[in-house]
């Protein structure tokens, strides 16, 4: 879990505000469960999104939806991808308004979802407060969407969850397990993956996940600012757990600067070598490929 001292820094360091799009939801929400073992590269993984959907249509041509009936900072896209109907939940960390959420889990789609056969989005804006004391998301919206959709050629629901955005992931997981998924549709279905951000999620919220995996990165010798905290966690939920240490070698990340390699798990070139700059790592992929390493082989 993030320290109180980490968030500090971190709210010092995000210069964005929270989008304000649809409805606040901030008390039934109910989480989901479910991660994958990591390990393979990104090269074995990205397809362009063309190859990646066999003639389906173009993300980007699909507008997302909104509101109040989605969720409080939430926007949701049904791909009509016709390689698979798995999901995937995309929570960006503190700072990040709704727009750049949503570029990071278009350009996720497009680099490995696709290709795996990810055909419902959801991309969520970062929390209000570093520590997600508002609990604005509105989650309750989200699980109630997912539950519905749950079915057996869902093969699984992929969330990554960065930064602070694991305090709200993760909130999402233990509604879950407490309440939300009152038939279980979503156990063992979820795989999660922690990127270098803090949470709270419960032993029963990862119990009933596939797996979970907390993901840090490091360049030489400089580790991601939220490195301590993710190996205690894969630690502490060893049972369904596992650690990943991202190699971003070629990051460009000045030595010593822990937050522009924390951004490495969004953007594998962070475009301040000497800290983040989150609006610019979430939104601006050219020539700056997404970080996709996490990803499993398998997601099945």
Same mark, same amino acid.
């Given at each position: 879990?993030?320290?109180?001292?980490?968030?500090?820094?971190?709210?010092?360091?995000?210069?964005?505000?929270?989008? *304000? $799009? +649809? /409805? &606040?939801?901030?008390?039934?929400? !109910?989480?989901?469960?479910?991660?994958?073992?990591? =390990? @393979? #590269? %990104?090269?074995?993984?990205?397809?362009?999104?063309?190859?990646?959907?066999?003639?389906?249509?173009?993300?980007?041509?699909?507008?997302? *939806? $909104? +509101? /109040? &009936?989605?969720?409080?900072?939430? !926007?949701?896209?049904?791909?009509?991808?016709?390689? =698979? @109907? #798995? %999901?995937?939940?995309?929570?960006?960390?503190?700072?990040?308004?709704?727009?750049?959420?949503?570029?990071?889990?278009?350009?996720?789609?497009?680099?490995?979802?696709?290709?795996?056969?990810?055909?419902?989005?959801?991309?969520?804006?970062?929390?209000?407060?570093?520590?997600?004391?508002?609990?604005?998301?509105?989650?309750?919206?989200?699980?109630?969407?997912?539950?519905?959709?749950?079915?057996?050629?869902?093969?699984?629901?992929?969330?990554?969850?960065?930064?602070?955005?694991?305090?709200?992931?993760?909130?999402?997981?233990?509604?879950?397990?407490?309440?939300?998924?009152?038939?279980?549709?979503?156990?063992?279905?979820?795989?999660?993956?922690?990127?270098?951000?803090?949470?709270?999620?419960?032993?029963?919220?990862?119990?009933?996940?596939?797996?979970?995996?907390?993901?840090?990165?490091?360049?030489?010798?400089?580790?991601?600012?939220?490195?301590?905290?993710?190996?205690?966690?894969?630690?502490?939920?060893?049972?369904?757990?596992?650690?990943?240490?991202?190699?971003?070698?070629?990051?460009?990340?000045?030595?010593?600067?822990?937050?522009?390699?924390?951004?490495?798990?969004?953007?594998?070139?962070?475009?301040?070598?000497?800290?983040?700059?989150?609006?610019?790592?979430?939104?601006?992929?050219?020539?700056?490929?997404?970080?996709?390493?996490?990803?499993?082989?398998?997601?099945?």
């Amino acid at each position: 879990m993030i320290t109180s001292a980490a968030l500090v820094a971190l709210s010092a360091s995000f210069a964005c505000g929270g989008d *304000s $799009t +649809g /409805a &606040s939801d901030a008390s039934a929400d !109910a989480p989901l469960a479910d991660a994958g073992n990591a =390990g @393979d #590269s %990104a090269d074995a993984l990205a397809e362009s999104s063309a190859d990646a959907t066999q003639g389906g249509p173009d993300i980007d041509s699909i507008e997302w *939806s $909104t +509101g /109040a &009936s989605i969720g409080f900072g939430v !926007a949701f896209k049904d791909t009509l991808n016709p390689l =698979g @109907d #798995s %999901a995937f939940i995309a929570y960006g960390g503190y700072g990040v308004d709704l727009i750049p959420a949503e570029l990071w889990a278009t350009a996720l789609y497009r680099a490995t979802l696709a290709s795996r056969g990810v055909r419902y989005v959801w991309a969520v804006q970062g929390p209000a407060q570093a520590d997600y004391s508002g609990k604005e998301i509105g989650n309750s919206k989200i699980a109630a969407a997912l539950i519905p959709l749950v079915s057996p050629s869902m093969h699984f629901v992929a969330i990554a969850a960065h930064s602070s955005g694991a305090f709200v992931g993760e909130e999402l997981l233990n509604q879950l397990a407490s309440g939300a998924d009152p038939t279980n549709a979503t156990n063992k279905l979820i795989v999660y993956f922690g990127l270098d951000g803090g949470g709270d999620a419960t032993k029963a919220a990862i119990d009933r996940l596939r797996s979970a995996t907390f993901v840090t990165s490091h360049d030489g010798a400089t580790h991601s600012a939220n490195y301590d905290a993710m190996v205690t966690l894969a630690a502490d939920f060893s049972e369904n757990a596992t650690f990943f240490d991202n190699d971003a070698t070629s990051s460009g990340c000045d030595p010593g600067a822990d937050w522009c390699v924390h951004m490495t798990l969004i953007n594998t070139r962070p475009h301040d070598p000497t800290t983040l700059d989150v609006l610019a790592d979430y939104s601006d992929f050219a020539g700056r490929p997404v970080c996709t390493t996490y990803f499993p082989s398998s997601l099945h």
